[in-house]
């Protein structure tokens, strides 16, 4: 790597301190300036830039946590290159707990964005111009929308080869091939040759102590092998791969009952779990129509006819 100037949002990165830049969102209509702040570890030796994401979507704070811990734990400060943390990207969504930014509108659906489209397609521009360029690998950490739950997984296309690579060594419990979505931040950074992870764990609105474990020790797994810090990587079995899976609807509405674990094989015919109605009257099974893994699980207490209820790999 060259020795050169480490210029971020226009300022000079200077070698083995901690910088934290703001990342200028809009004003509110009170004067407030929004800020996203842009925490910077850089080394004293040249080596990969890695940027860590999460809060794409403000309500995914199992996310926030895992970069939370990375910095507590001080493993973003690298022995070499540069680590780049950013806890809370859409602040907007996270300061009243929603999904979306304040124009109603998915960041995630809006990269590479533009210089003046709506709020979000804004702030994604600036992102795509001023700090998407200046790194290398990007692990974007994401949670189940509302109550559906994930079990911990890296998602990423099975023509990726080299975020296939990092997958393995992130050795989450599941890696979920998944086709890249156009316009999100995973496609856009992709397209610009950038190696990216995205990272599912748990739901939106909890800090899961699990989720938020395997997503620290997966990240300090990528770090150790790009020689950004030292230590051993933890490989704990190998990942369950799913190439294709199918979600299981209700044909009926009612209360539902969870009667399998997420993470776990199912069997073809197994019962993994009931609707039932609140006056005691009916009671409908909900049999797994294949053998496959679960990976995701709506845990609402109450669903409608044709709610999506478990995720299941197909395998056979």
């Known amino acids: 790597m060259s020795s050169k100037p480490f210029i971020l949002l226009g300022k000079e990165i200077p070698k083995g301190k901690c910088t934290v830049l703001d990342l200028e969102v809009a004003k509110l209509h009170t004067r407030t300036t929004v800020k996203v702040p842009v925490i910077i570890e850089r080394s004293n030796e040249d080596g990969p830039v890695v940027l860590l994401l999460a809060g794409v979507h403000g309500d995914e704070t199992n996310g926030v946590g895992i970069v939370r811990e990375i910095i507590s734990q001080k493993i973003n400060k690298p022995k070499k290159g540069t680590i780049i943390c950013i806890p809370v990207f859409n602040i907007f969504g996270y300061l009243i ?9 998915d960041l995630n659906r809006m990269f590479p964005g533009s210089k003046t489209g709506s709020l979000a397609s804004q702030f994604a521009y600036q992102f795509t111009n001023e700090i998407a360029p200046y790194v290398d ?17 890296i998602r990423c296309a099975k023509e990726d080869k080299k975020g296939l690579e990092l997958a393995k060594i992130f050795n989450p419990p599941m890696i979920v091939f998944s086709s890249n979505i156009s316009k999100s931040l995973r496609y856009t950074l992709n397209k ?4 990216i992870l995205l990272f599912e764990g748990g739901k939106s609105k909890e800090l899961n102590p699990t989720i938020i474990n395997e997503g620290v020790n997966g990240t ?3 770090l150790i092998h790009l020689g950004l810090i030292d230590g051993e990587i933890t490989v704990r079995e190998t990942p369950i791969f799913v190439e294709n899976a199918k979600w299981i609807r209700t044909s009926h509405s009612g209360m539902f009952k969870i009667m399998a674990k997420n993470g776990s094989f199912v069997k073809k015919k197994e019962l993994i779990g009931v609707i039932q109605d609140p006056f005691g009257e009916f009671k409908k099974r909900v049999y797994a129509p294949f053998n496959g893994h679960i990976f ?5 207490p109450i669903v409608n006819k044709g709610d ?5 790999s197909i395998e056979g």
Do not use: S, W
């Not at 690998?137 to 997984?153: E, K, L, M, P, S």
């Not at 610009?192 to 190696?195: A, I, Q, S, V």
């Not at 995701?296 to 609402?300: A, E, P, V």
């Not at 999506?308 to 299941?312: E, N, S, T, Y």
């Open 97 to 105: 707990q929603t999904r979306e930014f304040p124009d109603g509108r």
């Open 296 to 300: 995701c699980i709506n845990k609402t």
């Open 137 to 153: 690998y990007v692990i974007d950490f994401h949670t189940g929308g509302g109550d559906r739950d994930n079990i911990a997984q």
């Open 220 to 222: 300090k797994n990528v």
């Open 192 to 195: 610009m040759d950038k190696t």
């Open 308 to 312: 999506a209820l478990f995720h299941i």
